[in-house]
């Protein structure tokens, strides 16, 4: 069974920086592309951002664009999401995802057939 563990979440100021990572366990895959999503409370799960594993070929959400960048270790195996300038409205869990396959939209999250636990991330105004 695949397994995703995220880190690097925490309490920040606002206009603070996090480094989320995310690394699989367990049953290896060959990993096709790596997403975050976020849900704040009370609202719906959303796409933040996105990478091809191969390519590196990123995506990403209008809130976090220039703010947010996506990244991947293929020699780690690893993917990462550095928030910068970060805003209140930021906050919820972040959920590391991860796919095996090409898909035809990566901001969906039925795209995605493995996650992790979510890591919470909370910026204080």
């Known amino acids: 069974q695949v397994q995703l563990v995220e880190s690097g979440g925490g309490l920040v100021q606002a206009g603070g920086s996090l480094r989320l990572s995310c690394a699989p366990s367990?049953?290896?895959?060959?990993?096709?592309?790596m997403a975050w999503f976020r849900q704040a409370p009370g609202k719906e799960r959303e796409f933040v951002a996105a990478?091809?594993?191969?390519?590196?070929?990123?995506t990403y959400a209008d809130s976090v664009k220039g703010r947010f960048t996506i990244s991947r270790d293929n020699a780690k195996n690893t993917g990462y999401l550095q928030m910068s300038s970060l805003k209140p409205e930021d906050t919820g869990v972040y959920y590391c995802?991860?796919?095996?396959?090409?898909?035809?939209?990566?901001?969906?999250?039925?795209?995605?057939?493995?996650w992790g636990q979510g890591t919470q991330v909370t910026v204080s105004s």
């Open positions: 995802a991860a796919r095996s396959t090409n898909v035809r939209s990566v901001v969906v999250a039925t795209s995605y057939s493995y």
């Open positions: 367990g049953r290896t895959f060959s990993m096709y592309g």
């Open positions: 990478i091809y594993w191969s390519g590196g070929m990123t």
